[in-house]
């Protein structure tokens, strides 16, 4: 009975932090690592390379360009 008490606290952590995460995340890291190769000064690559490297990018607002930036400008 001692584990249950103990777990159902856990389990209730979990679950409240388990939605707190973003789903952004990442966003900007992953931009950076598909375009990066690709980025030879000029073009979609470069432009997607530089603004998830710039200083004012976060998470969402890399977000709103990867699907544009992964997909198809950094997509050989």
Same mark, same amino acid.
């Given at each position: 009975?001692?584990?249950?008490?103990?777990? *159902?606290?856990?389990?209730?952590?979990?679950?409240?932090? *388990?939605? $707190?995460? %973003?789903?952004? /995340?990442?966003?900007?890291?992953?931009? $950076?690592? &598909? %375009?990066? *190769?690709?980025?030879?000064?000029?073009?979609?690559?470069?432009? #997607?390379?530089?603004? &998830?490297? *710039?200083?004012? &990018?976060?998470?969402?607002? %890399?977000? /709103?360009?990867?699907?544009?930036? $992964?997909?198809?400008? #950094?997509?050989?």
């Amino acid at each position: 009975m001692k584990k249950l008490v103990l777990a *159902s606290p856990l389990f209730a952590l979990a679950l409240l932090t *388990s939605g $707190v995460g %973003c789903s952004d /995340e990442g966003s900007c890291e992953r931009i $950076v690592e &598909a %375009c990066h *190769s690709l980025d030879h000064g000029a073009g979609p690559a470069h432009e #997607c390379h530089e603004f &998830a490297e *710039s200083e004012e &990018a976060t998470d969402e607002l %890399c977000a /709103e360009r990867e699907d544009q930036c $992964v997909e198809e400008d #950094c997509n050989p």
